[in-house]
């Protein structure tokens, strides 16, 4: 994967994160669900107010991360173990109770996990000029 691809795809990635995590606020945009604390994001992903923080902090990790372009793999490497640990997390659902995660979550996350895995692993470094 190029370069410039992996700022492309991590500047997306990292704008949808921090709009779901503003999104999660939004009443009516999030409904109430039957656990306590929860609610539905579009009425279909579970989200809570650690959960909204969360997708906040990693949506500008991701921003971040594509607008200095140094940290660029390292922060994707980071995210894509982040985004494992859900996934397997969430598979275990007894374990991540306090957690809101539902299936729809748990496929966004496998989603996110590819994409940052791609661009940490994947791509291309940042080419600088030999002085």
């Keep these: 994967m190029s370069h410039s691809l992996a700022v492309k795809l991590s500047l997306a990635l990292g704008i949808v994160y921090v709009a779901v995590g503003i999104l999660g606020f939004v009443p009516g945009i999030t409904v109430p ?36 372009g140094d940290s660029l793999r390292l922060v994707n490497r980071g995210l894509a173990v982040v985004f494992a640990v859900l996934v397997v997390g969430s598979l275990i659902a007894p374990i991540v109770e306090g957690v809101a995660i539902n299936p729809p979550d748990t496929g966004l996350h496998l989603a996110s996990l590819l994409v940052t895995a791609c661009i940490g692993f994947l791509s291309a470094g940042r080419r600088t000029a030999l002085a």
């Design 33 to 68: 669900s039957s656990a306590p604390g929860q609610g539905l994001l579009l009425g279909i992903f579970a989200v809570n107010t650690v959960h909204n923080i969360a997708h906040l902090v990693l949506g500008a990790a991701l921003v971040w991360a594509a607008t200095t």
